[in-house]
């Protein structure tokens, strides 16, 4: 399961950088060429948390496009298919600028409560 593999390389980073801290929220980004089903994630968040220290900490799923600059005519294609072609001039001497992303962009520490 890949999701799980996933959740599992997340809670590794998040558990050594919260040293010991509560968590409340993860805020990942990733690519539209990783191909994560968001639900399978968060079902594979919950299992692997659960009796944990982050157990009821939140993921958040930051989703990143897959955008293509052509060489031929310079044009920004947005993908809707993995298919690394231009939108454009249809050519395929494209360049992806984003959507293999797979990386937390922020680990918050829960509040203190008084
Ligand atoms: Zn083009």
Same mark, same amino acid.
């Given at each position: 399961m890949h999701e799980l593999a996933l959740c599992e390389a997340i809670l590794d980073t998040v558990t050594r950088r919260a040293g010991g801290k509560r968590v409340d929220r993860v805020q990942v980004r990733i690519g539209y060429?990783?191909?994560?089903v968001p639900n399978s994630l968060l079902f594979s968040w919950e299992l692997l948390t659960e #009796? !944990?220290? %982050?157990?009821?900490c939140g993921l958040d799923i930051d989703h990143v496009p897959a955008i293509v600059e052509c060489r031929s005519c310079g044009a920004h294609t947005n993908l809707d298919a993995p298919i690394l072609v231009c #939108? !454009?001039? %249809?050519?395929?001497d494209v360049v992806l600028l984003c959507g293999e992303e797979f990386l937390i962009a922020s680990i918050d520490p829960a509040r203190e409560v008084f």
């Open positions: 060429f990783r191909q994560v #009796g !944990t220290d %982050l157990a009821g #939108g !454009t001039c %249809l050519g395929s």
